[in-house]
């Protein structure tokens, strides 16, 4: 009947450790609803963290971009500037051309091969390349050109 002394020392470990994790299983899990709370916070607040610093690259991004643009609309007007200088200056240079055109077939008549020659005269031609062929206004020396270019 040796039995029946570890009866009581069965009973106690039954019910002395029944007791006591009630008592502390509610804290247990008080504590445990505390620490989930506490990690589901801290998890917020990393995503929080997270996210302000996608919105801050891609707001650094966005004002670099804008930087960027500005200053490629300003090269691309100082180049249409250049061309449309260029331009200008090749309408210019082609009316110029033309000009001179004019100029050299209206005096092809009056030119003499014979640089000796004595009779040679002076060809005088307009602005718009006519050739003056009144004989009184004609002087008789070398052809010199005109600088009205």
């Given at each position: 009947m040796e039995w029946l002394t570890s009866i009581p020392d069965?009973?106690?470990l039954l019910?002395?450790?029944?007791v006591i994790s009630i008592v502390t299983w509610r804290f247990?899990?008080?504590k445990?609803?505390?620490?989930?709370?506490?990690?589901?916070?801290?998890a917020k607040k990393a995503e929080a963290e997270a996210a302000k610093e996608k919105q801050d690259y891609y707001q650094q991004m966005m004002e670099d971009?804008?930087?960027d643009r500005d200053y490629y609309k300003g090269e691309r007007d100082e180049y249409r500037a250049t061309i449309?200088?260029?331009?200008?200056r090749m309408d210019t240079m082609e009316r110029n051309q033309?000009?001179?055109?004019?100029m050299i077939e209206a005096m092809r008549p009056f030119l003499c091969a014979d640089l000796s020659c004595k009779l040679r005269k002076r060809v005088v031609l307009s602005a718009d390349a006519e050739a003056d062929k009144n004989?009184?206004?004609q002087e008789t020396h070398d052809i010199e050109p005109e600088n009205d270019l």
């Open positions: 069965i009973l106690s019910f002395g450790g029944s247990a899990r008080r445990a609803a505390a620490d989930a709370k506490q990690a589901e916070a801290e971009l804008s930087k449309k200088r260029y331009d200008e033309a000009r001179q055109g004019r004989p009184e206004t």
